[in-house]
C-alpha cells in the first residue's frame, strides 16, 4: 500500500460521535510510551500527523486520522503507567472499553509492546482482555532499532513463553522501528487485505 494521504479528522471522548462507520477502521493502542506516535507518523509518512511527545500519556482522546479516502486510523489514549488520576484513569478505561467493545467498523487492533522490556502483566492482561470479549488484534513489537537482532529474538521468545502460558498460540505479531521503518511494509500489506474484507 502507498500512503498519498493521511489527514488528521477529529478528537472526541465518545465512541458514539465518532465518523459514520462506512470504512474500515484500525485502532493503534499501548503503554505510555510504547513509540506509538512515532509509529503512526512512520507508517503514514507524516512525521507531525500524530503528536509526540517526551511527557508519557499524552494521548487522551479517541483521535481519527482518514488514511487516503479509504480507511481510519485511530490513535487511543495509551493504558498503564502515565501519571493521570485514578479518576482519570477510569475515565480513559471506560472510553477506550466503549470504544473496542462497540466500534462496528473497526477490524483490527494493533497492541504496541516495547521489545526492549520483557513480559509486562498490564499488557498481557489487556490483550487477554480483548480475547474475552472477541476483540481481534494483533501485536506490534516496536523500537526494534534499539536492540540487536539477537536480543530482539530473545525478548520475542520470553514473550512466546508467557503467553503460551495461558493461550493456545502465540498471537500474530509484527516487529517494527519507526526510526528505519522495519515492519512498515508488512503492516499495510496486512491493512491492504483486511480492507477487503470490510462490508459496510
Not at 488514511?67 to 486510523?73: A, G, H, P
Not at 534499539?146 to 502465540?170: D, F, G, H, I, P
Request: hydrophobic share 35%; charged share 25%; with cysteine.
Amino acid at each position: 500500500m502507498k500512503i498519498l494521504e493521511a489527514i488528521f479528522l477529529q478528537s472526541n471522548t465518545d465512541y458514539l460521535l465518532c465518523p459514520k462507520p462506512e470504512k474500515p477502521e484500525y485502532a493503534f493502542i499501548g503503554r505510555s510510551n510504547v513509540g506509538k506516535s512515532s509509529l503512526i507518523n512512520n507508517l503514514t509518512r507524516k512525521k507531525d500527523l500524530a503528536k509526540t511527545s517526551q511527557t508519557p500519556g499524552k494521548t487522551q482522546l479517541i483521535n481519527h486520522f482518514l488514511v487516503n479516502n479509504q480507511w481510519f486510523l485511530v490513535d487511543l489514549p495509551g493504558y498503564g503507567y502515565a501519571k493521570v488520576s485514578k479518576e482519570d484513569r477510569r475515565k480513559f478505561e471506560k472510553m477506550i472499553g466503549e470504544y473496542l467493545e462497540n466500534r462496528p467498523n473497526l477490524l483490527c487492533t494493533f497492541v504496541l509492546i516495547d521489545v526492549r522490556h520483557e513480559p509486562q502483566k498490564v499488557d498481557v492482561e489487556f490483550m487477554q482482555n480483548l480475547a474475552e470479549k472477541d476483540i481481534p488484534f494483533y501485536i506490534v513489537f516496536t523500537k526494534a532499532d534499539k536492540l540487536s537482532k539477537t536480543a530482539v529474538e530473545r525478548n520475542l521468545a520470553l514473550y512466546e513463553a508467557e503467553m503460551l502460558e495461558t493461550w493456545e498460540e502465540m498471537p500474530q505479531y509484527f516487529v517494527t522501528s519507526s526510526v528505519n521503518s522495519t515492519g512498515r511494509d508488512e503492516l499495510l500489506q496486512e491493512i491492504t487485505e483486511l480492507n477487503l474484507t470490510f462490508v459496510k
